[in-house]
């Protein structure tokens, strides 16, 4: 979510210096992954109340990085549509919802404040991904500087394959159960 909402104002410049379209066309590019993924918020949630939430955060990170990827490959305008839309965007919804299973889950008595710590990291994120997209794209150009991104998308969503709930490795496991 943090490159997307972060990406709002490098994203459209990166648009219409890469496609050579108008700036507003390239400013309603950038908002649709935050509408689609909002719009299919509810089946994302259906997903991961069905299976655990391990699952669907792995597979909408890769899914975060496959949009990213396909973006950076994309040379028509359509096509970075499809890419934002139908890659990107689901898989914002699956990390969105499982972040918020996960929270609700390991953070019962203190999910107040998990959840404001949880908003405040996301606003610290949007401001992070800018200056990061900015740097990458500034850098690196805009096909290696969104792959950049797609590449760190991906390491992050697989280093959730590494989590494990601590009621695994608690003395009193049998207890607990």
Do not use: K, N
Not at 1 to 8: D, F, R, T
Not at 60 to 72: A, H, I, K, P, R
Not at 160 to 167: E, F, I, M
């Amino acid at each position: 979510l943090g490159p997307v909402l972060g990406g709002g104002h490098t994203l459209p410049l990166l648009l219409t210096s890469r496609l050579a379209t108008d700036p507003a066309t390239s400013t309603l590019l950038a908002s649709l992954p935050l509408a689609a993924s909002q719009l299919l918020a509810p089946l994302a949630a259906a997903l991961v109340s069905r299976y655990s939430p391990r699952l669907p955060a792995v597979i909408g990170g890769l899914l975060t990085g496959l949009g990213w990827l396909f973006t950076s490959f994309s040379s028509r305008l359509h096509q970075v549509a499809i890419s934002l839309m139908l890659v990107l965007a689901p898989g914002m919804a699956l990390l969105q919802a499982a972040g918020m299973a996960m929270l609700a889950q390991y953070f019962r008595r203190r999910r107040l404040l998990a959840e404001s710590l949880l908003a405040a990291a996301s606003g610290l994120a949007v401001a992070l991904c800018s200056l990061l997209l900015h740097y990458l794209a500034g850098s690196l150009g805009w096909r290696f500087g969104l792959q950049a991104l797609a590449g760190l998308t991906t390491v992050s969503s697989l280093a959730s394959l590494a989590y494990r709930p601590a009621s695994l490795y608690h003395p009193q496991r049998q207890a607990i159960l």
